[in-house]
């Protein structure tokens, strides 16, 4: 196990990141402490959504990170999504994980699957969720949950999902893929950088599920350029570029990809302006915030 975060393991629980919080506040858990259940009854995601979290189909794990950026809440989710994508593909280099800012992993599928996720042709596999705790003495922390699906969850409304058996054979068990994850999470323990750093904004940029498609967040629409360095999204409309720091993006549909252009970032994380036409993204160009 890694030595900088404590993993606890239990067979069940309601949810890994109501306990975890609930032991930060209590004061019995603290930075680099880390919960993982085989099975969720009532797992958590984003606004608060439900995560289907069945017995041994996926990793639900959740991690208590310290020092909050809280003047870029949009790096953390990144940055637990960068870190997650690598640990896979250090299992599989040519499992691709893609990023949808500002908190989900995918995997792009093949054509039978009927266009997978809002006709982006890949799958979502994971998602991060990140919360702000206070405990009873000291600086407010981060609980960090992380729901990777190993097996694709069937049901409604789950048809947009996927599983790392996909990519990933053999496919590890849920423990052993968790400590798998745990050494690239530990940088993350004694909080998240202040801003992305030039190669992470560099491999968000070759990820990204949405970039160059058409996209509507928090009652604009746009075009996504890519993210700046702290955190936000980069829209483009009709009025320049907007930054959006918080919200879900969805895809227009039968807007399709921009073409790939050559990855140029700044010291403030801006790409080059998007060129004006448009056709499909190739296979080979891959496709927030704290609350």
């Given amino acids: 196990m890694n030595p900088g975060i404590r993993l606890h393991e239990v067979d069940r629980v309601s949810s890994t990141?109501?306990?975890l919080a609930a032991r930060v506040r209590q004061g019995r858990a603290g930075a680099g402490d880390a919960l993982r259940a085989d099975l969720?009854?009532?797992g958590r995601g984003r606004s608060g959504g439900s995560w289907r979290s069945d017995a041994g189909g996926g990793v639900?794990?959740?991690v208590v990170l310290g020092a909050p950026r809280l003047d870029a809440p949009g790096v953390l989710p990144l940055s637990l999504g960068l870190a997650v994508a690598r640990a896979v593909e250090a299992l599989e280099p040519r499992a691709s994980l893609l990023v949808k800012w500002p908190n989900d992993l995918f995997v792009e599928l093949s054509g039978e699957?009927?266009?997978?996720?809002?006709?982006t042709g890949a799958g979502k596999v994971g998602g991060i969720l990140c919360e702000l705790v206070h405990p009873p003495l000291g600086a407010p922390?981060?609980?960090a949950g992380i729901g990777l699906n190993l097996r694709a969850p069937s049901g409604p409304g789950l048809?947009?999902?996927?599983g790392l058996d996909r990519v990933l054979d053999p496919c590890p068990t849920p423990g052993g893929l968790a400590r798998v994850l745990l050494p690239g999470l530990e940088p993350l323990v004694a909080g998240a950088p202040a801003r992305l750093s030039h190669e992470d904004l560099e491999e968000l940029h070759r990820r990204s599920l949405l970039r160059g498609r058409r996209v509507e967040?928090?009652?604009h629409s746009g075009r996504v350029e890519g993210v700046d360095a702290h955190g936000a999204l980069l829209l483009e409309d009709a009025s320049g570029t907007r930054r959006i720091l918080?919200?879900?993006?969805r895809p227009l549909l039968g807007t399709p990809h921009g073409p790939a252009r050559p990855v140029e970032v700044d010291g403030e994380g801006r790409h080059p302006p998007p060129a004006p036409a448009a056709e499909p993204r190739t296979p080979s160009t891959p496709a927030g915030g704290i609350r």
């Fill in 217 to 219: 967040v928090g009652g």
């Fill in 60 to 62: 639900w794990l959740s």
């Fill in 246 to 249: 918080g919200g879900s993006l």
């Fill in 40 to 42: 969720q009854t009532e």
């Fill in 159 to 162: 048809s947009g999902t996927a």
């Fill in 113 to 119: 699957e009927g266009g997978g996720w809002r006709g």
């Fill in 141 to 143: 922390v981060v609980v």
């Fill in 17 to 19: 990141q109501t306990r």
